[in-house]
């Protein structure tokens, strides 16, 4: 199996404090494993690709001081939104890479996503 | 850049027919292919993945790669209520670390 689990799945928060979520694949290891964001009757929206052990890549657009990324095992990584906004309010969804045998092709596994509303 | 297309949809189709997705996909170079199934409020889960040009079936969902064409589709057989859902057609970005670029998906009605 390939099990990725998050936590908190919904959050609602003040505007102006910290959010952290976390992912963990819970019964393989991820050394990769990438965040997203999806806002409502959107598409999937790539924020950041999680290493561990090395700082995370950010895509164009999104702030890497506001978002911030920590990859500190191969079985965990934290994403904390600081001072967090209305407009942050979104779905924020993980998924964790597992190679398979060969290491030709690696699946991606999507954790059960969290839904945070910033008042 | 590197995108890849999907008809947004709804794409409406009666029970028990075949529902067929496409997908375009721009980078030549690109070696695997990710169908994904996302139901409303839910986070997307991985159906199939397909690298060799053909057809590869699993139950009712055969995924077809054509790498002439760039093109990649999902068919889904006798086609059940449960599979409403947005598709989403994921390819994985060539020397960019594994990174997999989504289309923006294709809801699918089925028709009881």
């Known amino acids: 199996g390939a099990v990725v689990s998050q936590h908190p799945s919904w959050v609602i928060c003040k505007s102006g404090t910290s959010v952290k979520i976390e992912c963990r694949s819970l019964d393989f290891q991820a050394t990769t494993m990438f965040w997203y964001r999806q806002f409502p009757k959107q598409s999937l929206m790539l924020m950041a690709t999680s290493n561990e052990g090395s700082k995370a890549t950010y895509e164009q657009g999104v702030e890497k001081d506001k978002f911030l990324i920590n990859h500190a095992s191969l079985t965990l990584s934290t994403l904390t939104v600081t001072s967090a906004h209305p407009e942050d309010s979104s779905f924020y969804i993980c998924?964790?890479?597992?190679?398979?045998?060969?290491?030709?092709?690696?699946?991606?596994?999507f954790g059960p996503g969290t839904r945070l509303t910033v008042t | 850049q590197k995108e890849v297309e999907q008809n947004s949809g709804p794409l409406s189709v009666p029970e028990g027919a075949i529902a067929s997705l496409n997908c375009t996909y721009s980078?030549?170079?690109?070696?695997?292919f990710f169908w994904y199934r996302q139901y409303s409020g839910k986070s997307p889960e991985l159906i199939m993945f397909i690298y060799s040009n053909g057809d590869k079936e699993d139950g009712r969902f055969t995924a077809q790669l054509n790498k002439a064409s760039q093109y990649v589709s999902l068919l889904i057989r006798d086609s059940q209520p449960s599979d409403s859902a947005t598709y989403l057609c994921a390819v994985e970005e060539r020397n960019r670390d594994d990174k997999i670029i989504f289309g923006k998906g294709t809801r699918l009605h089925i028709l009881p």
């Open positions: 998924s964790a890479e597992k190679g398979l045998a060969g290491g030709f092709v690696s699946e991606q596994y």
């Open positions: 980078d030549r170079g690109s070696q695997s």
